[in-house]
């Protein structure tokens, strides 16, 4: 799909571990982009209680999916932005696959980070009480899996999510 001037729409595919800033990153490029949307992931994960199971994922993967498609069809926006987690190759291969992404520039992102820069970001949100105590081992785990992904790597580790979103919006 193409703006109302011609031009292509911007996809912005952003992943990164859990307590990278993808979300306050995200929420500044919405902000700071005119005709823009976001959509996080995880929104589509918000359930009591949390159960993974394949009939869930499925579904999460179809809304994730419709969702998309259908901001990408919208012709209210130009810049479309979605995070999630992401850390794996198949699940942004079939994201991708199943949108209809003609006259869109799609920028795969994923957001890294130091081992020590993730964990004291999470041992902030642990000690508000925004995070559990066992998201710090599950997400410095996957640090590593980014690195095999094809995506253009943003290192966040030592840069304000202010700066994090100007560079996407200006160099991706």
């Known amino acids: 799909m193409f703006d109302a ?21 995200c929420n500044l ?12 992931g ?38 479309i932005v979605f995070c999630w987690v992401l850390h794996e190759q198949p699940i942004i291969d079939e994201i991708l696959s199943r949108l209809d992404l003609t006259g ?4 795969k992102i994923s957001l890294v980070c130091s081992p020590d820069s993730l964990e004291k970001r999470l041992k902030k949100d642990v000690a508000a009480g925004i995070r559990k105590e066992d998201v710090i081992e599950r997400s410095l ?23 994090a979103a100007d560079k996407i919006i200006k160099d991706y």
């Not at 011609?6 to 800033?21: A, D, N, P, R, S």
């Not at 785990?141 to 700066?163: A, F, G, M, Q, W």
Request: proline share 2%; with cysteine.
């Open 104 to 107: 869109c520039r799609v920028h």
């Open 5 to 25: 001037e011609g031009e292509l729409k911007q996809f912005y595919l952003i992943g990164g571990t859990m307590g990278v800033g993808k979300t306050a990153i």
């Open 141 to 163: 785990k996957r640090i590593p899996l980014y690195k095999k992904l094809d995506t253009n790597k943003l290192d966040v580790s030592e840069i304000t999510i202010e700066e």
């Open 29 to 40: 490029i919405k902000a700071r982009m005119d005709k823009s949307v976001f959509l996080d």
């Open 42 to 79: 995880d929104w589509c994960w918000n359930m009591n209680p949390f159960v993974v199971t394949d009939e869930t994922k499925k579904m999460v993967i179809d809304n994730i999916c419709y969702l998309l498609d259908n901001f990408i069809k919208c012709s209210a926006y130009d810049n």
